[in-house]
């Protein structure tokens, strides 16, 4: 009689310390989501937004770029590898992105979706231009997300539209020149 109590007690203390660790464990998730909340709070979304709004992203990107590259504009976007190439020649560099094939040339970049070889995004560097902040949110407005880019080591500010997402970098979040701006195509 006296193992059955034992053992009984025994089960029952283990029990009690399984739920003490499940509680335990919530305590990161809980704080993290405290945290992202705090974060939420920090910076809501712009209730207000710019005239951009009411045009496609690529419409948007083409204004912002033509006082810097005339040569390039949207109608890029979809046009295959060969494409490219047959219009501009020779890249001045070629390599690989986030699993898709680039081509440079100067301060343009073309990236490639990996399953259509087809051009899916752009970029251009903006870094030794008059570009700057002040010019992006006078056309874009406010962003609709601005976090550290690990990866490429710059602070982002993404804009979405309907037809895709224009991302402008910097060197950080404080700084007014922009580096690139990107246009990536939802279509």
Partial sequence: MMKKILVLLFIIGMLTSCMAEEEDNTLPVKQAEKAVKLVEEKQPPSEVKSAAETKEGAEVFNELIAPLHEEIDISY?????????????????????????????????????????????????????????????????????????EMDNLWSETYEFEDGKITVEKVSEEASQISYIWFESRK
Avoid: C, M
């Fill in 77 to 149: 976007l979809k046009e295959e590898k060969s494409d490219v190439e047959e219009r501009l020649g020779r890249p001045d560099e070629t390599g690989w992105f986030e699993g898709g094939e680039f081509l440079r040339y100067g301060a343009i970049t073309f990236f490639f979706h990996p399953n259509t070889n087809d051009v899916e995004s752009i970029a251009v560097e903006t870094s030794k231009t008059a570009f700057d902040q002040e010019k992006a949110e006078e056309v874009l407005g406010t962003s609709d997300n601005r976090f550290w880019n």
